[in-house]
């Protein structure tokens, strides 16, 4: 990060922190007497559509709900995210809900919440801490079902017909749960089938930058690429610059399977660019207030709230694609 990037993220933790003094105890009711109940929320980033998506979605959701929201964003560090919470807990806010960069590292931080009566809520990707007293709930979707769904669809592509599928893929932020648990869960469906061979995995960090960058990589290295595994649609769209600049056809000489279901993939998709795309709800907005005020209340919440979503085909894409919200 340069320093001037780091300055601001510094001079945003001390804004959220000056804050602090406004802040009493809370009540029963799960409001502050008098005052709403405060959301500390520490986001990984902005680094996709689905982010941007699931940032609107809690901002509005906060504001129609009555919850004052405090908001950081992590610019995709842990090490920020830390600062946050850390921030959050000096600020003595009601509830703390995050979406954690990476899986693991969380237990001092979290603690340190605990000791301070502050409840937590995990949002959209999980820890991988043993202490599941760290956390009162962890709202968000099956990464693990979503990677078999993108390898069921690649089964089924290739049934019956002879011949290897040379697979790349482009893999999440490295350590995070939706990288992990796509790339396994796709791996356990394809692993049943030796044709199957993932001849490159490397990280595009969630980004189209990255996605297309690596993909320039794999595109010089791999002499025959069958398939393309992107871990979200972000990568997918910056891979497909790359291919599309590489002479070759998106869609038709190298076949697509995504994650997330965004509106900029529905788009290529209608355009034939990508073959499959595996849906992840990133509207959390609306459950996260709910649950904040529950976990306020001390009422009993589920431990693990997973979302409902589906598949899209190109056709099940360019239908959807007027309505789609993000
Ligand atoms: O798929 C990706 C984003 O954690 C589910 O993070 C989220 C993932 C999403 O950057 O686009």
Same mark, same amino acid.
């Given at each position: 990060?340069?320093?001037?990037?780091?300055?601001?993220?510094?001079?945003?933790?001390?804004?959220?922190?000056?804050?602090?003094?406004?802040?009493?105890?809370?009540?029963?009711?799960?409001?502050?007497?008098?005052?709403?109940?405060?959301?500390?929320?520490?986001?990984?980033?902005?680094? &996709?559509?689905?982010? @941007?998506?699931?940032?609107?979605?809690?901002? $509005?959701?906060? %504001? =129609? /709900? +009555?919850?004052? #929201?405090?908001?950081?964003?992590?610019?995709?560090?842990?090490?920020?995210?830390?600062?946050?919470?850390?921030?959050?807990?000096?600020?003595?806010?009601?509830?703390?809900?995050?979406?954690?960069?990476?899986?693991?590292?969380?237990?001092?931080?979290?603690?340190?919440?605990?000791?301070?009566?502050?409840?937590?809520?995990?949002?959209?990707?999980?820890?991988?801490?043993?202490?599941? &007293?760290?956390?009162? @709930?962890?709202?968000?979707?099956?990464?693990? $079902?979503?990677? %078999? =769904? /993108? +390898?069921?669809? #690649?089964?089924?592509e290739y049934q019956g017909k002879p011949g290897e599928v040379n697979i790349v893929?482009?893999?999440?932020?490295?350590?995070?749960?939706?990288?992990?648990?796509?790339?396994?869960?796709?791996?356990?469906?394809?692993?049943?089938?030796?044709?199957?061979?993932?001849?490159?995995?490397?990280?595009?960090?969630?980004?189209?930058?990255?996605?297309?960058?690596?993909?320039?990589?794999?595109?010089?290295?791999?002499?025959?690429?069958?398939?393309?595994?992107?871990?979200?649609?972000?990568?997918?769209?910056?891979?497909?610059?790359?291919?599309?600049?590489?002479?070759?056809?998106?869609?038709?000489?190298?076949?697509?399977?995504?994650?997330?279901?965004?509106?900029?993939?529905?788009?290529?998709?209608?355009?034939?660019?990508?073959?499959?795309?595996?849906?992840?709800?990133?509207?959390?907005?609306?459950?996260?207030?709910?649950?904040?005020?529950?976990?306020?209340?001390?009422?009993?919440?589920?431990?693990?709230?997973?979302?409902?979503?589906?598949?899209?085909?190109?056709?099940?894409?360019?239908?959807?694609?007027?309505?789609?919200?993000?």
């Amino acid at each position: 990060m340069s320093k001037r990037a780091a300055a601001a993220v510094l001079a945003g933790v001390m804004i959220v922190g000056l804050s602090a003094c406004s802040s009493t105890g809370g009540s029963s009711d799960g409001k502050k007497p008098g005052g709403k109940l405060v959301l500390g929320f520490a986001q990984v980033g902005a680094e &996709s559509g689905w982010r @941007t998506a699931n940032t609107k979605s809690v901002q $509005e959701a906060a %504001k =129609k /709900a +009555g919850v004052t #929201l405090k908001f950081s964003d992590a610019q995709q560090k842990q090490e920020n995210q830390i600062k946050a919470i850390r921030s959050f807990i000096q600020q003595k806010v009601d509830v703390i809900a995050f979406s954690p960069v990476v899986e693991s590292g969380w237990d001092t931080v979290l603690k340190e919440a605990k000791n301070a009566h502050i409840p937590v809520i995990l949002t959209d990707r999980a820890i991988d801490s043993e202490d599941t &007293s760290l956390y009162a @709930t962890f709202l968000g979707s099956d990464f693990v $079902e979503e990677g %078999k =769904k /993108a +390898g069921d669809w #690649l089964v089924k592509e290739y049934q019956g017909k002879p011949g290897e599928v040379n697979i790349v893929q482009l893999e999440g932020t490295t350590g995070s749960a939706p990288a992990n648990d796509r790339k396994s869960g796709f791996a356990d469906v394809i692993k049943g089938d030796p044709k199957f061979k993932v001849v490159a995995s490397q990280t595009g960090d969630f980004t189209r930058a990255k996605g297309k960058e690596v993909m320039q990589a794999f595109l010089k290295a791999q002499p025959e690429i069958d398939v393309l595994y992107a871990h979200n649609d972000d990568m997918a769209l910056g891979a497909i610059q790359a291919i599309e600049e590489s002479g070759k056809k998106p869609g038709t000489d190298i076949r697509i399977v995504s994650v997330d279901g965004v509106k900029d993939a529905f788009t290529a998709m209608s355009q034939g660019k990508i073959n499959f795309d595996v849906e992840c709800n990133p509207l959390l907005g609306d459950q996260l207030m709910e649950l904040a005020k529950k976990v306020k209340n001390g009422e009993a919440v589920e431990r693990r709230i997973k979302t409902v979503e589906g598949t899209f085909t190109p056709e099940q894409a360019t239908a959807a694609l007027p309505t789609r919200q993000y």
